[in-house]
């Protein structure tokens, strides 16, 4: 199992339609979990932390499900500024090393007019 | 303002040539990270310091070589033994080297083989 993995899409959907991204992660003793946009050709820039109990950021809502290990992203009423490729990030603790972040190959969104 | 500038924004290297990355910030971030990224997947760690004078390998440091001399600057080196630069390169900062804030990247540097 890769350590972080998300289904690469693309997914087109139309303005105003609601879109859910789920991501899965190998390493059970992962603690802090993220979800990053990156627009084409730019930096990722964080979207939102993910909490156990689940959060909201206006139209953005994160889950995490610890026991079945992944992590999921909905979009409500989709902008056509949401078209972006949205990241999954989780950290890890290679070895004796501090923690890490692991960052997932990405989701490609397209929101159509 | 608040953050990280990575320079130069383009970058383009002859065979056997070394080149250095500039990553400078001014967020008062302890830990600092080097990325890169190859079109169409993930962000692989190259190198990482959590303080000064100090800086551990990432999953990919071969060919790379790195020095945190100060807080603020984390530069990265792409010697003439990475025999494949080409790709986006990203610095990263975070407020704790712990692993559990998230990072805040720079815009990145695109590096080319001429």
């Known amino acids: 199992r890769k350590e972080v993995e998300q289904d690469p899409g693309p997914f087109n959907v139309p303005e105003g339609a609601t879109v859910a991204f789920n991501c899965t992660y190998s390493n059970s003793a992962s603690q802090s979990f993220f979800w990053y946009r990156q627009d084409c050709r730019k930096e990722p820039k964080l979207l939102m932390s993910v909490y156990s109990s689940g959060n909201e950021d206006g139209r953005f809502t994160a889950q995490l499900n610890r026991a079945s290990q992944y992590i999921s992203l909905l979009i409500r009423d989709s902008k056509l500024s949401d078209s972006a490729t949205y990241l999954c990030v989780v950290n890890r603790k290679p070895g004796a090393g501090s923690y890490q972040l692991t960052f997932g190959k990405g989701t490609k969104l397209s929101v159509i007019p | 303002d608040g953050g990280i500038t990575q320079s130069p924004k383009y970058l383009f290297r002859k065979e056997g040539q070394n080149v250095t990355l500039s990553c400078e910030q001014n967020l008062n971030h302890d830990a600092m990270y080097w990325y890169r990224q190859d079109p169409g997947q993930g962000l692989r760690l190259i190198y990482y310091s959590q303080i000064v004078n100090d800086f551990q390998k990432g999953d990919i440091a071969e060919g790379y070589s790195v020095s945190r001399e100060k807080k603020e600057s984390f530069p990265l080196t792409v010697t003439s033994a990475q025999k494949n630069p080409t790709a986006f390169y990203l610095c990263?900062?975070?407020?704790?080297?712990?692993?559990?804030?998230?990072?805040?990247f720079g815009d990145g540097t695109r590096l080319s083989i001429l």
């Open positions: 990263a900062s975070s407020a704790s080297e712990k692993g559990n804030q998230p990072q805040h």
